[in-house]
Each structure stands twice: as C-alpha cells, then as structure tokens.
C-alpha cells in the first residue's frame, strides 16, 4: 500500500469496530502504524451501538489545514442544503478521534498483521463466536468510550502536531466530538433521561460558533 501512494496520498482504511474485538483492532492499529509514518482515527458517526472508524494513513507527518478544509466546504455542492461552510468544518473537526502515532505505545504488545502470518483471518472466526457467547464485547460502548479517552489523554489536541495549524478554539472543538459520543452513550443506557441528553447533544452541534468556550464545556 505505501509504496502505490505518492508523497502527499493518502490511505484510508474503515472499520466496523461491532465487528472486532479489542485484540483485532489493536492488531489492525498496530499493523498500519508498522507501515507509515502517521495514522490518525476518525469517526464516521455518533454511534455507540455499531460505530464505524476510519484509520487515515499517510507517508509523512503533514499537518491538518483548517483553511484547506473550510474551502472544500464552500465548494461542496451539498452547500445548497444551507448549512454554513463554517459549521460543516466544525462538524468535521469533531469527527477527529486523535493520533494513533503517538499513541503507539498501546498497541505495541498486540501481533502485527501479514501474508505469512493473517492472525485477523485465523481469529476472526473465535472473536465472533465468543461475542455470540457473550464471552468477549466488540469494541462498541463503553469500552470504545475508554479507549477513546485514553487516546486523548494520551496526546491532547494542544500537543497533537496533526493539529499544529488550527487555533484554541478549534483545537476545543476536536474534543466536543467526544463529548457528544459520550452523551450518545448515555442517552442508551437512561433512556429515563433521554430527551436531556438529547438536548445537550443539540446545544453542541448547533452552538453559537462565535461564543468562546468555558472550561466546563468540554468537561467529560
């Protein structure tokens, strides 16, 4: 795969994470941070019942442009559904899950995935036969919520050099993405107070873009 995609290219690998174990993923993770030299994760949604990640992989440690995205938006034909350029890249920015590069430590203990050596393909059929069991859990929920945090903690966007071009207040808004999986999750398990979460949900997708942030409002 690296050696197809010219300096600037990018490959991108999408996972159905109700479909993995932890084990899985890992190996996955591990297998493409062996092959190049950045990787970062990104949510395709809010699920928390049948999530989808993308892994963007790239063969140099380029940063993210804010600029570069916020005039893709205004040259989306999908502009006519009048969503400003602006809020369509707030959104984006949310979906960024972290950087899997600097978090390599945690998947250094878990196999690497090869021709010679498919653990995927030789595991895969127990994974999901001990998820029917009910012996393991996909990488869904709660444990993807844990995983998640731990990504950020790890490198938060004010360290996260992916992130080197965009300014506080977007750097804050990469991490209302997780607040919203966060509350996503917990409008499942209280459905007693589902509205509530709802609502909150609303108030960040939809907040004022020119309001600066309070410490609070990414609290977790």
Partial sequence: MRSRLKTDGLFVQWLAMYQLSKDEFFSIVRTLLDVFDQVTLWRASYSTKRPVLGLICSRNNASIDPKVMLES???DRLEKVAVAPERRLFWSLMKYCGNLTLNRALF????????DRP????TSPISYQNRVAKLEKA????????????????CPPE???????????QKTQV???LKVYQLNLLKNENPEKRSQYQNQISDILFRDLNRPFK???VHL
């Fill in 175 to 177: 991490c209302l993405g």
């Fill in 139 to 154: 990488m869904t929920g709660r444990p993807l919520l844990d995983f998640l945090k731990e990504m950020l903690n790890g």
């Fill in 159 to 169: 360290k996260d050099p992916f992130l080197q071009q965009l300014d506080q207040q």
């Fill in 215 to 217: 410490k609070g409002d």
């Fill in 108 to 115: 250094m203990n878990h196999p690497i995935n090869t021709d």
């Fill in 119 to 122: 653990v995927i393909e030789f």
């Fill in 73 to 75: 938006h205004k040259q």
